[in-house]
């Protein structure tokens, strides 16, 4: 036993618990900033290498949460604490976590953290949940620290002897953890049964989700690749109306313009789709035996971009079925604007059609 200044008793692990406080709240601010440094270094390598993540967060352990588990008791002798030496055997005083959409993309978060930091360990949670046959959340841990040829800078001489805890996992599996943290870690001897054993079905389902997931985004990219070569392949009429075979199809028709976004091809697809095409056939045909360029330049007065080329052919092909039943035909001056167009392209010699995709809706 110890005494406060106060006379108070106080016991051996809030005894213990005090000094590696004081001791932390003195270094506290290098591991911030020594946090920062991680998540940025992470952030920029993610970006060069076109890795998409929800989020990627640094921080400094709490000071209340350092004392906390310094204050955890040995297992051996609960009078004595686990960390005998907290400052340098706790090694999550920074932390950074990165939070995934898809399980696949930890792996590739796995590559960048090999090569730009020095690896002292790897955990993987879902290996030991394996070995102890249950459930939980799956999380990859790394104890990192900073290579010598950063070190070796003045700037990140500071960090050389600091150690950082990296934690990667998809969405479901954070929601996951934060859940079981706040549900069950408060209270993992006493939970009931029965609640515990819905929670473990449910971790079970959150597992079931993050495949599905990732398997639809593995499916998603096989059409959009599969879309993409029958539009090179000339196979219109097997490619479903999608924004991104919407790009690829005006991309080799029109020519590519890099100034379009996908809010553009995502709106123009459903404007397709209203009129009532299918299939790219069906526009392919509806838009044949015309140049872009002379209807751009007869319409507008120059050449204008993909998008807008595209419409005025569209405007050609269907005539007024266009403007009546394009969404914007609320708009008195929208509808004038297009009238004209059409006005310009007739008496510019430019055949107006009445091309109309069937079955319509």
Known sequence: ????????????????????????????????????????ILRVALMRQNIKVASIEGRAKDVESFGKKASVPSPLNPELPKYKDPINEITDQAGVRVITFFPKTIDQVDQVVNTEFCVREKSDKADTLKLEDRFGYQSVHYLVSLKS??????????????????????????????IEHDIQY??????????????????????????????????????RLEARNSV??????????????????????????????????????RLLLKFGFTNFRQIDDCIAGYNDDRVSRLAWGERQGQVLRFETLLLAGMGSF???KHPL?????????????????????????DHLPYPMN
């Open 1 to 40: 036993m110890a005494v406060s200044k106060s006379g108070a008793r106080i016991t051996n692990l809030e005894y213990h618990r005090q000094k590696a406080v004081d001791s932390y709240q003195a270094k506290r601010s290098i591991y911030e900033i020594f946090a920062s440094e991680i998540e940025r």
């Open 232 to 269: 090179r392949e000339g196979k219109l009429e097997a490619v479903e109306i999608t924004p991104d075979a919407l790009k690829a199809y005006l991309d080799k028709k029109l020519g590519p313009d890099g100034r379009m976004t996908n809010i553009t091809y995502d709106w123009t697809t």
């Open 322 to 324: 266009y403007i009546e």
């Open 149 to 178: 040829d950063r070190t070796s800078l003045p700037e990140y001489a500071q960090f050389k002897d600091l150690i950082a805890e990296i934690q990667v996992r998809t969405i479901l599996q954070h929601a996951w953890a934060e």
């Open 329 to 353: 035909a609320v708009d008195d001056g929208w509808v004038r604007t297009w009238q004209n167009v059409m006005h310009r392209l007739v008496k510019g010699g430019i055949g107006i059609k």
């Open 186 to 223: 408060k209270s993992s001897e006493t939970i009931p049964t029965s609640i515990h054993r819905r929670f473990m079905s449910l971790a079970g389902l959150f597992e079931i989700a993050d495949r599905e997931f990732q398997a639809i985004q593995d499916d998603d990219k096989e059409l």
